[in-house]
């Protein structure tokens, strides 16, 4: 069948499915003729993650997991604006079951192929409507392996789970829409045997007994976020509060959780989130979120620490204060300001590195010009430009985090202490909460210096291979 015949074809089958629906052609009351939203985002490195043609306010996760079986079963309640006329859209789920799904509260039709939902609601939804869309689900969820060789999604441990998913895993434990460029208001509220607690990001709004001897916890988490930050530990932990000034707006909760074999360990370090958080808040601007903390984790259940908004994770051996300044620092460069696409990887790890190098000139005697002289020297950070990742395995490389601070060092040089650390605090400030691209990055700080930096950005953000040192 030649491509003309086959979309007459289908017309034909849309118009008899029409006529069989009883609709007179002029589709829902609105008269939209809606399209499906697209399946993918184009992301440059994972081109089918998100979806196309809407775009999520908030997110309600009610869930709750038995770590006994594994068994996870959930009800997300998704507010999203339609960004075209909609005939059907997409969520990303990972495995689990699809038990049922209503678009403004009516059933809607439910098509699954592979990690794609295909939703589509009874009526059309018009370009610019809000709608809420809700999915039932459950079922045993899954670890997800990288490809470089690293775990995500649902990870279980000795006493119980972690979700975590960068860049790719939160599709394991909930449905949305899991691309970073459309963050989201959430409430999670998860309930779970009454020996183990249930963490997540935000604030704790309440804490109560649910039948069956279990808890349910419902967190809060008001400023938008990426749903590749959004956790859950649930287990045996050790919990300790106190709290910080270092928020825009006044006091704010600190709670970290530990595992009981490894809480005493890391209580001290626990304890210095408030002090570091100053320190940030003198070189970054105000802290961007209504609470922070930490959760650490035995090294055998977990690998890698991760930034999750609000509340880092951390195996218990990264647990240190660099990490702890890393991970802290990703609050404000990919937590607040979040990046557009997976490609701009480099101005969420560029910046954290960079955090570190600038602990190190603060406290420890290590000017930050001394760490740019060791990556320059490091071979592995020249395998690629930080603004180019060429594979999903390229995204937590060397280049990313070494070359990507080099780039910050190369800027303060040129323009001096006082402008660098202007746009330390002012890119944070400008693009709170929002997502953004390196050319918004480049495009920022020729603003703030009116200079054209273009020989910079050449060399040491676009450019292939290692450059002749900088003489400085
Ligand atoms: N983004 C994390 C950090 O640097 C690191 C990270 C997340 C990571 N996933 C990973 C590192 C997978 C290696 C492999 O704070
Ligand atoms: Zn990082």
């Not at 990264?318 to 557009?340: C, I, K, M, N, R």
Request: charged fraction near 20%; include cysteine; charge should be negative.
């Amino acid at each position: 069948m030649n491509t003309r015949s086959r979309i007459r074809a289908g017309a034909a089958a849309v118009a008899l499915a029409l006529l069989a629906a009883g609709c007179t052609g002029s589709g829902s009351g609105s008269g939209v003729r809606g399209t499906p939203g697209a399946a993918g985002l184009r992301d440059p490195l994972f081109p089918r993650l998100g979806n196309g043609g809407y775009d999520v306010s908030h997110y309600a996760l009610t869930l709750s997991y038995d770590p006994a079986t594994g068994r996870l079963d959930g009800r997300a309640e998704i507010t999203a604006k339609a960004t075209q006329d909609l005939s059907a859209f997409n969520l990303d789920l990972a495995g689990l079951t699809v038990r049922g799904a209503t678009v403004d509260g009516a059933p809607a039709a439910v098509n699954r192929a592979g990690d794609e939902l295909t939703l589509r609601p009874h009526d059309e939804i018009e370009d610019g409507a809000e709608f809420r869309t809700t999915v039932s689900y459950g079922g045993l969820p899954q670890t997800i392996t990288d490809s470089d060789g690293s775990e995500e999604g649902w990870l279980k441990t000795a006493d119980g789970a972690l979700a975590l998913g960068e860049p790719t895993g939160s599709m394991a434990w909930f449905p949305g829409n899991h691309h970073p460029s459309d963050k989201a208001a959430y409430d999670i509220t998860i309930t779970v045997p009454s020996g183990v607690k249930a963490l997540s990001n935000g604030v704790l709004t309440a804490e109560k007994q649910a039948p069956g001897g279990r808890t349910t916890s419902v967190w809060h988490v008001a400023e938008p976020m990426a749903s590749y930050l959004a956790m859950l530990a649930i287990g045996r932990y050790d919990t300790s509060s106190t709290t910080s000034t270092a928020g825009a707006g006044g006091t704010i909760p600190v709670l970290t959780a530990a595992d009981p074999e490894v809480a005493a360990e890391t209580a001290a370090l626990r304890a210095r989130i408030p002090e570091i958080l100053d320190w940030q808040k003198e070189n970054f601007g105000p802290y961007p979120f209504a609470a922070s903390g930490a959760v650490v984790e035995r090294d055998d259940d977990v690998g890698y620490a991760l930034e999750t908004q609000t509340r880092p994770v951390f195996p218990a051996s990264s647990f240190d204060t660099h990490t702890l300044v890393h991970e802290l620092a990703h609050q404000w460069y990919g937590d607040s300001v979040s990046p557009a696409s997976w490609k701009d990887i480099w101005l969420n790890e560029g910046f954290a590195t960079y955090g570190e190098w600038l602990y190190a000139e603060d406290f420890e005697h290590t000017p930050a010009q001394k760490n740019f002289e060791k990556a320059f020297a490091n071979d592995a950070a020249w395998a690629f430009p930080p603004a180019a990742p060429r594979t999903p395995e390229d995204l937590f490389a060397a280049p990313v985090y070494q070359r990507g601070a080099m780039v910050l060092h190369r800027i303060r040089q040129e323009v001096g202490d006082d402008t660098f650390f202007e746009i330390l605090e002012g890119w944070p400030t400008k693009h709170r909460h929002a997502n953004v691209t390196t050319e918004d990055f480049t495009t920022y700080v020729e603003s703030v210096t009116g200079r054209d930096l273009s020989g910079l950005w050449d060399v040491w953000l676009y450019g292939d291979g290692k450059p002749d040192k900088p003489t400085d």
